[in-house]
């Protein structure tokens, strides 16, 4: 069975730009996470969706956006990059609809993103 | 305001002994409580977890306990092994939704 996949896995952005990353989930989940993991703030929850819709959301600032597929693939974009957003970006992936009590979550490798 | 948090950055213990990671959180609304592995250049890893109704679940070598009244709760690796070397995220969640708000990790390095 096929993990959470993440593409691209790493990335070099100029300042200004924006990025957008994907995320295939486990075969059969139905929900998508997305985390920011920085050396300073730790991982950081930005948002989830289930179902194509978002349920969750971080607090982060409305640059960073995202959207679920049909199929249960995610993209997270961000707008206008800033030196602060160089991260690594982690999809997590679960069968959603019950809470983390009643479903595994299951991440990917992370998209390493550099704001230069 | 840092509702999960785990104060030791670093953790070295040699193999074959007890490893006792620690994390502490300050939200009630926390009814259950995750533990991660992660090694460099991979996403995390779920090791154990616990719901609050219990104070002890035991998976293998790995043992979650957690002290409600305390708002604490302690991972408990027996015998560590070198492989164990890695980064230990804590996380809690209010159990009904999918979000994990983490702590920032302990280092564990375990010494042949």
């Known amino acids: 069975k096929a993990g959470v996949t993440q593409t691209p896995r790493y990335l070099i952005k100029t300042r200004g730009q924006q990025v957008t990353l994907s995320c295939s989930p486990i075969?059969?989940?139905?929900?998508v996470s997305w985390y920011q993991q920085t050396p300073g703030q730790g991982l950081q929850f930005l948002f989830e969706y289930f179902s194509e819709t978002q349920r969750n959301k971080g607090n982060f600032p409305g640059r960073f956006s995202g959207r679920q597929f049909s199929n249960s693939r995610s993209e997270m974009n961000v707008s206008t990059l800033e030196l602060g957003d160089s991260a690594l970006y982690l999809c997590?992936?679960?069968?959603?609809?019950?809470?983390?009590?009643?479903?595994?979550?299951?991440f990917g490798e992370g998209s390493w993103l550099t704001v230069v | 305001d840092q509702q999960v948090k785990q104060n030791s950055p670093s953790l070295s213990v040699q193999e074959g002994r007890i490893s006792i990671l620690n994390c502490d959180y300050t939200?009630?609304?926390?009814?259950?409580f995750l533990w991660y592995k992660k090694y460099p250049a991979e996403g995390p890893t779920f090791l154990i977890s616990i719901s609050s109704i219990k104070d002890k679940n035991e998976d293998g070598r790995f043992t979650v306990f957690l002290n409600k009244s305390a708002k604490h709760l302690s991972l408990h690796i027996v015998p560590s092994q070198p492989g164990d070397s890695a980064v230990y995220f804590c996380a809690a969640s209010d159990g009904g939704s999918e979000k994990l708000v983490f702590g920032k990790g302990t280092k564990l390095t375990v010494n042949p």
């Open positions: 939200n009630s609304m926390f009814d259950y």
């Open positions: 075969s059969g989940h139905r929900s």
């Open positions: 997590a992936s679960s069968l959603g609809g019950q809470g983390v009590s009643g479903n595994t979550i299951y």
